[in-house]
């Protein structure tokens, strides 16, 4: 009984863990107009880190389909 509450302890902390951290924001441009786009940084609360994931991607391919470029930081 013991062991089965630690392992879910365990699980709850890294579920908390997950969704207390952010994701690098990333600027696109797009090459004819050199007009800059970001996408995150994404910070929600409650979150999980693969939801916040999945949003930044939408936003990069969104904007690469509009025919923007990524940029190094």
């Given at each position: ?11 709850l ?6 969704a207390?951290?952010t994701l690098?924001?990333v600027?696109l441009?797009?090459p ?5 786009a ?6 929600y609360t409650g979150?999980?880190?693969?939801a916040?994931v ?6 990069i ?7 923007y ?5």
């Open positions: 009984m013991f062991e089965a509450m630690k392992y879910l302890v365990v699980a902390l890294l579920l908390l863990l997950s207390c951290t690098d924001p600027l441009k797009h004819k107009t050199g007009e800059i970001q996408c995150g940084p994404y910070e979150y999980t880190a693969t916040r999945m949003e930044q991607r939408g936003c391919e969104d904007y690469q389909r509009q025919g470029e990524r940029v190094p930081r």
